[in-house]
T-cell receptor
Framework: GNSVTQMEGPVTLSEEAFLTINCTYTATGYPSLFWYVQYPGEGLQLLLKATKADDKGSNKGFEATYRKETTSFHLEKGSVQVSDSAVYFCAPGGSNYKLTFGKGTLLTVNP | DVKVTQSSRYLVKRTGEKVFLECVQDMDHENMFWYRQDPGLGLRLIYFSYDVKMKEKGDIPEGYSVSREKKERFSLILESASTNQTSMYLC?????????????FGAGSRLTVL
């Protein structure tokens, strides 16, 4: 089955800093790739996705590019805000309805 | 606003009790999932269902069962709760087809077993 390794946290940044959260995966074939985010006290929600190699997913200022050669899908944001404080999960998709989630990276952004 | 609703946000139960966690979605989704979330372990899939009365084991089904009698409702059952089942439980749903990996999650049910 699929597996995913994402950068361990916690990550603490100051407002307006640059963010990178690394994610690499192993999978059969070329699955769609996802980043989910969990804000405090809430369930997860989809942040962005990419469905094929070299696609760039983007949402709320976050971006991630599907890199087939390196089997990576790193999450980036140029200028983080306090409201971005959350747990971020990388997840390669599965053909049998099953997503495989990474362990999550806690991001704290200080004013 | 479409949503997945979990009936209880917080539960406290005793060892050996039977526990029901209920989840309802209003999006007419075919797929429903139960995950547990633990610090340092991320999300682990317990069971999922791709249709009414259908269920499939996830990665950690031991100690759990599920029921899906109606399309909108997916219940997780702990037959005899144990302390190692203290966790956050997340329900999710998704449509069939190309959107199957786009999950909508509930807010979670935090279960403490004493």
């Amino acid at each position: 089955g699929n597996s995913v390794t994402q950068m361990e946290g916690p990550v603490t940044l100051s407002e307006e800093a640059f963010l990178t959260i690394n994610c690499t995966y192993t999978a059969t074939g070329y699955p769609s790739l996802f980043w989910y985010v969990q804000y405090p006290g809430e369930g997860l929600q989809l942040l962005l996705k990419a469905t094929k190699a070299d696609d760039k997913g983007s949402n709320k200022g976050f971006e991630a590019t599907y890199r087939k050669e390196t089997t990576s899908f790193h999450l980036e944001k140029g200028s983080v805000q306090v409201s971005d404080s959350a747990v971020y999960f990388c997840a390669p998709g599965g053909s049998n309805y099953k997503l495989t989630f990474g362990k999550g990276t806690l991001l704290t952004v200080n004013p | 606003d479409v949503k997945v609703t979990q009936s209880s946000r917080y539960l406290v139960k005793r060892t050996g009790e039977k526990v029901f966690l209920e989840c309802v979605q209003d999006m007419d989704h075919e797929n429903m999932f139960w995950y547990r979330q633990d610090p340092g372990l991320g999300l682990r899939l317990i069971y999922f269902s791709y249709d009414v009365k259908m269920k499939e084991k996830g990665d950690i089904p031991e100690g759990y069962s599920v029921s899906r009698e109606k399309k909108e409702r997916f219940s997780l059952i702990l037959e005899s709760a144990s302390t190692n089942q203290t966790s956050m439980y997340l329900c999710a749903s998704s449509p069939r087809g190309s959107g199957a990996n786009v999950l909508t999650f509930g807010a979670g049910s935090r279960l403490t077993v004493l």
